[in-house]
């Protein structure tokens, strides 16, 4: 039965329209709330509710191309604001009024749209809204990366309010008039206004008033010191020097370019970096509509196989009559012998890449490369934009490249970070002076280098084999010349971009400086660790040539929050991964020494162990946040308390997943006694029954030696049922099913991840 689009669209304007009601609710509370550990919690729920208007804006800006454009820049500028770590109330507000803006385009209908007598009208507020919104991202950008410090909010804290209070009106004025001119169309002015951004207008200026003012200990502290002085003292470089101390902080260049540089050039000096960060949302809320479900039944014709864009693989999923998603494994094996019949039949200059697909060692990586949320299951959406990325190769040569190369070529960056690295810190500690300032953002630089010693550690932990150990000479030359090209065009893409945002990166910039729409760090950190570095070698080299020690500080800043962004990145991508293998029951440990393999295990094992600078390192950001509402001792104990309840989780899941190993062994004897007693097959057969030979062209005597290599990470023993869970016919446990949804990927205690 098809469902009506106006009733889906009625239900999703209701949804909105309330969550919009509850975030004005949440802005008069935190308005209210001095607490900025609880209002923070509070804005995360604002920012949540108003991303409910974004289903029916994307739905509604079809009717109309100026609307559908000024639609693209809002959800890219909130897109950015969802995905900052640490939110800043007065700009949540404006957000606020923002999305009310721009959410009366709810009354736009195709009526309106194609009204003549209104055509000039909305074309011009259409482009006032886009340009309005476009502003406003460009100052939050400005507002939280070069204005970040206290003392510079401080210092400008009138003219930011003027700016933050101008944008909030401006909304709303733009907002009344785009009411009026949608809304007179209506016959009889059926649909009554409702201004809700009126009611909360005063919360929403009481927000920005707090611009400037101090939050923590340490604010208050500098504050007062500010007081007893003068203000006249923040307009000399000793006197911010001495203001900064009181914050454990340090004064550069560019805290004094922040506070002194007019705010047009701040906002030029910014523009190129923005552009990425825009670009970088608007390439991920691309990948969220491409996923949606709207736009897969608009493609879908006879059944799911017409989502998949390449041939080969539509026919191999086509032929195995796969739903939307299907197992790893399962995907691997029917690529290989779709490919051997292929090669069989006509020859190929891709026929070495079965050398490589063919082997079951390499199945676990090929499957990683494709399964973005490592759920051990592949979406039609997934091997789309897996093969999308494939600029020139043929798909056997792609699928071979990422059995293998992408960790021939980690070893290979990591040597080239280590043999940077080697003396790095040694020569840093000699460009200390006499500055304390600047000796503070040295020894920062040094703390955030050691968390990137943790990452390349996974090479030490794993003793890591590349993979090419087990090719012969040629197979293995042919390897490493596709790996060598796509490594260099991938460099010369990142360092091109590197260089067009000065070499600042923060993670909003990273899906558009490495082209992943769907950004995954484990696929880009080791060429962006050995490109960053790299310069920042140079820059460490040079010393502080033709530079203050104000300035040259300022680099130092600069490469430790280029750094930092990295490291962010990693952990969280970290945390993600393992979310995912907890929901499926896997033994973490395991999953981490052989994911992307093993490049997360250095991580992993600095993460756990007592005393961890990565536990440290997330400390000190909640330090930075800390408003000091904690009892004297308590202070920075969430993370260790997480690392604590980490490792606990971790080792019950270990418990189950073996627990889970003996029920299944003692289940398939059972299972093999009952078939003897009841007249079944013999136990040879039954034990053939349980151990098939796999469908692809290499025999079981192969396959023994291949994973004897790797036990560690071998798949689960029930995913050798292949002529079981192929056909879902033959199976006993319809959870045995293969095309089972990616989104209930529980298949009796097997997911994504490979154990022993």
């Known amino acids: 039965m098809t469902s009506n689009p106006q009733n889906t669209m009625d239900a999703k304007i209701e949804r909105a329209d309330k969550a919009l009601k509850d975030a004005g609710t949440l802005i008069q509370k935190i308005a209210g709330s001095a607490s900025k550990k609880q209002n923070k919690a509070q804005i995360r729920k604002i920012l949540s509710a108003i991303q409910q208007t974004m289903s029916v804006l994307g739905?509604?800006?079809?009717?109309?191309?100026?609307?559908?454009?000024?639609?693209?820049?809002?959800?890219?500028?909130?897109?950015?604001?969802?995905?900052?770590?640490?939110?800043?109330?007065?700009?949540?507000?404006?957000?606020?009024?923002?999305?009310?803006?721009?959410?009366?385009?709810?009354?736009?209908?195709?009526?309106?749209?194609?009204?003549?007598?209104?055509?000039?009208?909305?074309?011009?507020?259409?482009?006032?809204?886009?340009?309005?919104?476009?502003?406003?991202?460009?100052?939050?950008?400005?507002?939280?990366?070069k204005c970040k410090s206290w003392i510079v909010r401080f210092a400008r804290a009138r003219e930011f309010k003027g700016r933050i209070q101008d944008f909030a009106n401006t909304f709303l004025q733009n907002q009344e008039r785009i009411e009026f001119i949608l809304v007179a169309q209506m016959a009889g002015g059926q649909v009554k206004m409702v201004h809700e951004l009126a009611a909360v207008k005063a919360s929403i200026s009481t927000l920005i008033d707090r611009v400037g003012a101090p939050a923590s200990d340490r604010e208050k502290q500098a504050f007062e010191y500010i007081k007893s002085h003068g203000e006249q003292i923040l307009e000399s470089a000793q006197g911010l020097t001495e203001v900064a101390r009181t914050l454990h902080d340090s004064v550069t260049s560019s805290t004094i370019e922040a506070i002194n540089d007019a705010y047009e050039d701040l906002l030029e000096q910014n523009s190129t970096l923005f552009e990425f960060k825009l670009k970088g949302a608007t390439m991920e809320l691309s990948e969220a509509i491409d996923r949606s479900t709207a736009k897969i039944l608009n493609r879908m014709e006879s059944g799911p196989h017409d989502l998949i864009d390449e041939p080969d693989i539509k026919e191999i999923w086509k032929g195995n009559d796969w739903k939307f998603s299907v197992k790893c494994r399962i995907f691997v094996d029917a690529l290989c012998n779709h490919y051997t019949e292929k090669f069989l039949k006509s020859a190929s200059e891709d026929n070495w890449t079965l050398k490589i697909l063919s082997k079951v060692i390499n199945y676990p990586a090929v499957g990683e490369a494709i399964d973005e949320d490592a759920s051990g299951f592949i979406s039609v959406h997934e091997i789309n934009h897996f093969l999308n990325k494939n600029k020139e190769l043929t798909t056997p040569v792609w699928f071979a490249f990422w059995a293998v190369g992408p960790q021939y070529l980690d070893i290979d960056y990591t040597d080239k970070i280590d043999e940077i690295t080697e003396d790095l810190e040694e020569r840093c500690r000699k460009l200390k002076t006499d500055d304390q300032d600047l000796n503070m953002c040295i020894d920062d630089y040094l703390d955030t280098l050691k968390l990137i010693n943790c990452i390349t550690e996974w090479a030490a932990w794993d003793a890591g084999a590349s993979g090419l150990e087990e090719l012969d000479d040629e197979t293995e030359q042919d390897l490493v010349d596709v790996a060598t090209t796509l490594a260099q065009k991938k460099e010369a893409l990142i360092e091109g971009n590197l260089n067009a945002v000065g070499y600042r990166v923060d993670q909003s910039s990273l899906p558009s400086l490495t082209n992943q729409a769907a950004f995954r760090i484990e696929q880009s950190i080791m060429v962006l660790l050995y490109l960053i570095l790299r310069k920042h070698d140079e820059i460490i080299s040079a010393g502080m040539e033709n530079m203050t020690a104000q300035q040259f500080a300022s680099k130092w800043q600069d490469m430790d929050a280029t750094l930092s962004a990295l490291v962010w990145e990693f952990h969280e991508r970290f945390k993600s991964l393992r979310r995912s293998w907890r929901s499926q029951k896997l033994d973490i440990e395991l999953q981490v020494q052989c994911y992307a393999g093993g490049l997360f295990n250095g991580w992993y094992k600095e993460y756990i162990k007592e005393g961890s600078l990565i536990v440290k390192f997330l400390e000190s950001d909640d330090d930075e946040e800390e408003d000091s509402e904690e009892p004297a001792g308590q202070e920075n104990t969430s993370a260790s308390l997480a690392v604590s309840v980490d490792a606990k989780v971790d080792q019950l899941s270990q418990r189950v997943t073996a627990l889970d190993t003996r029920l299944d062994t003692i289940e398939s004897m059972l299972k093999q006694i009952l078939s003897m007693r009841l007249g079944g097959p013999s136990q040879e057969e039954s034990f053939v029954h349980k151990n098939p030979a796999s469908t692809s062209d290499y025999d079981s005597t192969q396959r023994g030696e291949e994973d004897g290599g790797d036990a560690a990470c071998r798949p689960a023993s029930r995913e050798y049922d292949y002529e079981e869970d192929a056909g879902g016919q033959n199976s006993e446990n319809p959870d045995d099913d293969p095309n089972i949804n990616a989104e209930n990927p529980d298949d009796g205690g097997y997911g994504g991840g490979y154990e022993d």
């Open 59 to 145: 739905g509604v800006a079809e009717y109309d191309s100026r609307a559908k454009a000024a639609v693209s820049v809002f959800m890219s500028v909130l897109q950015l604001e969802i995905d900052r770590r640490d939110n800043d109330e007065e700009i949540v507000a404006v957000c606020y009024s923002m999305t009310s803006m721009i959410y009366v385009l709810r009354y736009l209908n195709q009526d309106v749209a194609a009204h003549e007598d209104l055509a000039d009208q909305l074309a011009e507020e259409m482009s006032n809204m886009s340009e309005a919104i476009k502003d406003f991202g460009a100052f939050a950008d400005v507002y939280y990366t």
